[in-house]
């Protein structure tokens, strides 16, 4: 055996070394949606509190603080379905196809990545889900008092609007739905 066919044995088995990255980053995932899921039982223990408010400008003020920590558990499940797919992509892409994904007829609409192109589209799709929730979080906390602010409001939404058309119309057209 020379020296080059060691090396290369040894250069192909170093991709193993992102078994490092998949175990952490499902990690974190299980993380993200632990702590998103006690938020969600924070919300429900918290929700008498609605129907205890006379005030009408309380209640008003209960709503949008809610409506704000529900954002937050919607962003909270996207990063963990972001660091979900990272793990799962990288597995299939560096180790191994996932026998149980490649039997599953599910599979096909987050899984089967051929490539890192794969990876990032779907991660990239699952970024911009999150940023436009963060848009409507910030949307909701903020008070239009003027044309102007209903103005930026409208051109914020459509650049939302816009930056979701495109990445739709990328996916439909590029056969990445088609199983290819």
Known sequence: MTLERLFEGFLWKSRF???AAVIASLAAAVVIT???SVDVWDLIIHLPGYFGHLDPEART????TTVAHVVEIVDGYLLAAILLIFSLGLYELFISDIDAAVESKHA???LLIRSLDDLKDRLAKVVLLIL???FFQFAARIKYDTALDLLYLS?????VAGALYLSHG?????GSDSGH
């Open 61 to 64: 003020e209960f709503r949008n």
């Open 155 to 159: 051109l914020g939404t459509l650049g």
């Open 132 to 134: 436009v929730v963060k």
């Open 170 to 174: 990328k996916s439909s057209s590029d």
């Open 34 to 36: 632990i702590i998103a």
């Open 17 to 19: 070394l992102v078994l």
């Open 108 to 110: 096909k609409r987050l």
